[in-house]
């Protein structure tokens, strides 16, 4: 096993940082079965820090904690999900930082918004209604995710080992072949002096396979017709659907 491996699969007895700068917003739908992200900026989705968290917290072990967060003269409990020996008791410091705008964050957590609406909704502001949704966090720099809501906490921990699994699955072999291909094209980008930020990452659209592309004229998911046919130059025109049977 190599060091890089030993590593992701040591279990955490300290925080990795007690100001975080990365905290993700997110959704557990009803039925918990999603997990959807209010936000997502080239951090968490070109360069994978968020992947790459929920791998370490997959290898050392999916574990669910509770912990009471001091606020004003009561406690609000939190349910958090992390690896095996993540210790939940020291970051009660981070949530109460993160309610009191303590850190400078690349997003807000609008987490002392979600505690006035369910703990003090006459200090909730009409203007804030604009994250209804927002029911959970992904602290991707301390491998935790944490919610205040009971339905969510008992859904987080089912909901990211479905996630395992499924990544766990082998790939399908056309989206190994789409990988190698769009590979070549980047060679080819890179070959040609083409700039552009990040390309990468696939996504299976109407059973297409599509890579994430990121340049300074346009950004989105292409196919690799629409990838090879870029000029590098302007935005990446898009290649319309024969119909069927055309």
Same mark, same amino acid.
């Given at each position: ?158 909901? =990211? !080992? ?8 082998? #790939?399908? *072999?056309? $989206?190994?072949?789409? &990988? ?43 196919? =690799? !017709? ?8 302007? #935005?990446? *025109?898009? $290649?319309?659907?024969? &119909?069927?049977?055309?």
């Amino acid at each position: 096993m190599s060091h890089e491996m030993r590593e992701i699969g040591k279990a955490r007895h300290e925080l990795a940082t007690k100001t975080p700068k990365y905290i993700q917003r997110c959704e557990l739908s009803e039925d918990g079965e999603s997990l959807i992200y209010d936000y997502m900026g080239s951090t968490e989705f070109e360069i994978g820090d968020q992947a790459k968290s929920l791998n370490r917290i997959f290898a050392s072990g999916i574990t669910e904690y509770t912990v009471n967060v001091p606020y004003g003269e009561d406690n609000i409990i939190f349910g958090l999900v992390a690896g095996k020996g993540f210790p939940a008791e020291k970051y009660v410091e981070v949530i109460k930082g993160l309610i009191d705008r303590s850190f400078y964050l690349k997003e807000p957590t609008y987490l002392d918004h979600a505690i006035d609406k369910n703990f003090n909704p006459s200090a909730f502001k009409i203007q804030d209604e604009f994250l209804p949704h927002t029911n959970a966090w992904f602290d991707f720099t301390n491998d935790v995710l944490f919610t205040m809501d009971a339905d969510v906490a008992a859904n987080l921990k089912p909901r =990211l !080992e479905q996630i395992k699994i499924k990544w766990e699955t082998p #790939e399908p *072999k056309h $989206i190994k072949m789409f &990988k190698k291909e769009t590979q070549k094209v980047e060679q080819a980008l890179i070959d040609r002096g083409v700039s552009f930020i990040f390309l990468g990452n696939y996504a299976d659209i109407d059973g297409v396979p599509h890579a994430w592309l990121n340049s300074t004229e346009s950004y989105g998911w292409f196919t =690799l !017709e629409e990838l090879r046919a870029w000029s590098g130059k302007g #935005e990446v *025109k898009r $290649i319309e659907k024969r &119909k069927s049977g055309s």
